[in-house]
């Protein structure tokens, strides 16, 4: 069975800490996302990354960052925490797209809710 | 103007009652995918579509590239059925990568 998980499911951290979110895959995906969801606006890709140690900003990147030192993990990094950033945070991965046929379907996490104070 | 629509945002049902969820969008697209999301976060992948219908029990999906539009059908709905439905796209330009753009998703409760 396939099986994203998120390091929490529920965090709160003050503004200015530095917030580190976890993701694990472990399913030999290549790519693996960073969304955050919010009321009325869906999901948005913050950043993404195709392969280990490589990344690419997506929509949203301000005040984030990430890392990918291993395949099966990507992280969410925020520098310095803002009241803004309150948010569910979800994790995906999928396996890298061949071509048009391929299935290329993301997997979830079950999704962080992080509230900053 | 979103590049995902859905409609309606919002959608009661009775037990039993057929539903319609529908998806347009205006870019070029490689696939299309509708994503269950259930109170708690967690989401999953019901069908990706590039041409045609899929069907999975009592779920199917359809898909018009020429009217940019699909359609997520639910027969014979149940108050399980109740969650979030979204429809996401896979555009042409992200052909090499497995980017989505995400509709801001349709609210379902199914009431017995």
């Known amino acids: 069975d396939v099986k994203v998980t998120q390091s929490s499911r529920y965090l709160v951290k003050r503004t200015g800490e530095k917030v580190f979110l976890e993701c694990v895959q472990d399913?030999?995906?290549?790519?693996m996302f960073w969304y955050r969801q919010d009321p009325g606006l869906g999901l948005r890709l913050i950043y993404f990354?195709?392969?280990?140690?490589?990344?690419e900003k997506g929509d949203i990147p301000e005040g984030y960052s990430v890392s990918r030192e291993k395949k099966e993990r990507f992280s969410l990094i925020l520098e310095s925490a803002s009241t803004n950033q309150t948010s569910m945070y979800l994790c995906a991965s999928s396996y890298w797209l061949i071509g048009l046929a391929s299935r290329g379907e993301q997997y979830f996490g079950p999704g962080t809710r992080l509230t900053v104070t | 103007k979103n590049e995902v629509e859905q409609s309606p945002q919002n959608l009661t049902a009775q037990e039993g009652e057929f539903i319609t969820i529908n998806c347009s969008y205006s870019?070029?697209?490689?696939?299309l995918h509708w994503l269950q999301q259930h109170p708690g976060g967690g989401i999953v992948s019901l069908f990706m579509?590039?041409?045609g219908k899929k069907k999975h029990g009592r779920l199917i999906a359809t898909i018009n590239i020429q009217e940019k539009h699909s359609s997520l059908h639910i027969t014979a709905s149940h108050p399980r059925d109740s969650a979030v439905y979204i429809c996401a796209v896979r555009s042409t330009e992200s052909y090499n990568t497995d980017k989505l753009i995400f509709g801001t998703g349709t609210r379902l409760q199914v009431f017995p």
């Open positions: 870019v070029g697209i490689s696939a």
């Open positions: 579509l590039s041409s």
């Open positions: 399913m030999d995906h290549e790519n």
């Open positions: 990354s195709y392969d280990v140690k490589m990344k």
